[in-house]
T-cell receptor, first 112, second 114 residues
Framework: DTGVSQNPRHKITKRGQNVTFRCDPI?????LYWYRQTLGQGPEFLTY????????KSRLLSDRFSAERPKGSFSTLEIQRTEQGDSAMYLC??????????FGPGTRLTVT | QQQVKQSPQSLIVQKGGISIINCAYE??????FPWYQQFPGKGPALLIA?????SEKKEGRFTISFNKSAKQFSLHIMDSQPGDSATYFC?????????????FGTGTRLQVTL
């Protein structure tokens, strides 16, 4: 299967801890996106990369959030000092042309 | 600010019936309108998409109708099957450099009954 992969699939952490998620996009897709989805809502945009450059960040991405895409391949999303409000599904998507974004299975974060 | 409004919130359709989900947008800079299907615990899967230069696009049992002047678009699922039971999201995307993100509607939970 050559789709978008995300790890871990589930993460339970205590409030105040740091967590890091990984996304591996479809090969040769130059754009990579992070979204957050809470229960009963549509995904909300967080940030996106074209190759290794982070081109846009949402206001939702507070200073506790940081994303990287070294070498323009996989990407990591780190949340520092997690809060209960960070509990959500974190989705990664990739695309080649900017259209047709393909999503991974997501990482479900629960902050206790 | 909700830029893409989706209705209904939930929909129950009998097997073999037609499911219709509607979306409306505000931003005239949007130029790409995909629909996604999401099963519980899974990521959204791209179903079908349309650009505003056409009024209709059909792929199998799925059809998008697009009304540019009204800034509305809809998904029709013909001959709905129990396996179609999922949450459907409409989305919109712009065409300028930093408008690459998708803006999603709030979703429609579809249940297809036997």
């Amino acid at each position: 299967d050559t789709g978008v992969s995300q790890n871990p699939r589930h993460k339970i952490t205590k409030r105040g801890q740091n967590v890091t998620f990984r996304c591996d996009p479809i090969s040769e897709h130059n754009r990579l996106y992070w979204y957050r989805q809470t229960l009963g809502q549509g995904p909300e945009f967080l940030t996106y990369f074209q190759n290794e450059a982070q081109l846009e960040k949402s206001r939702l991405l507070s200073d506790r959030f940081s994303a990287e895409r070294p070498k323009g391949s996989f990407s990591t999303l780190e949340i520092q000092r997690t809060e209960q409000g960070d509990s959500a599904m974190y989705l990664c998507a990739s695309s080649f042309s900017g259209k047709e974004q393909y999503f991974g299975p997501g990482t479900r974060l629960t902050v206790t | 600010q909700q830029q893409v409004k989706q209705s209904p919130q939930s929909l129950i359709v009998q097997k073999g019936g037609i499911s219709i989900i509607n979306c409306a947008y505000e931003n005239t800079a949007f130029d790409y309108f995909p629909w996604y299907q999401q099963f519980p615990g899974k990521g959204p899967a791209l179903l079908i998409a349309i650009r505003p230069d056409v009024s209709e696009k059909k792929e199998g049992r799925f059809t998008i109708s697009f009304n540019k002047s009204a800034k509305q678009f809809s998904l029709h699922i013909m001959d709905s099957q129990p396996g179609d039971s999922a949450t459907y999201f409409c989305a919109a995307q712009g065409n300028t450099g930093t408008a690459s993100k998708l803006t999603f509607g709030t979703g429609t939970r579809l249940q297809v009954t036997l």
